[in-house]
């Protein structure tokens, strides 16, 4: 089993960046499929952003333009790069990745506060 630990959360205000990293037990080279995931109070799971194949991605509406998945296999590291934040954003961010087509890997979450 594939563990991954989840980093770089924390309280901003409005406006600033975070990047969270999510890092794994062992080499990501054959996980064709990573996303994030964010769970606010109250509410859903969401899908956030994705990439297939460590090239094509994809991002809620509500992101794009001001989040950017990324990777780096060398390092065995996923990255969510967070600009422009807003209070919305705040949630729990969770990381995910799979071989295929499906989400087989989960880390524990790192927490997102911004504020107003």
């Known amino acids: 089993q594939v563990q991954l630990v989840e980093s770089g959360g924390g309280l901003v205000q409005a406006g600033g960046s975070l990047r969270l990293s999510c890092a794994a037990s062992e080499s990501i080279f054959g996980m064709n499929v990573a996303a994030w995931y964010r769970q606010a109070p109250g509410k859903q799971c969401e899908w956030v952003a994705g990439m297939i194949g460590g090239r094509t991605t994809n991002y809620v509406d509500s992101v794009k333009g001001r989040f950017t998945i990324s990777r780096d296999n060398a390092k065995n590291t996923v990255y969510l790069q967070m600009d422009s934040l807003k209070p919305e954003d705040t949630a729990v961010y969770y990381c995910?990745?799979?071989?295929?087509?499906?989400?087989?890997?989960w880390g524990q979450g790192t927490q997102v506060t911004v504020s107003s």
């Open positions: 995910a990745l799979g071989r295929n087509s499906w989400y087989e890997y």
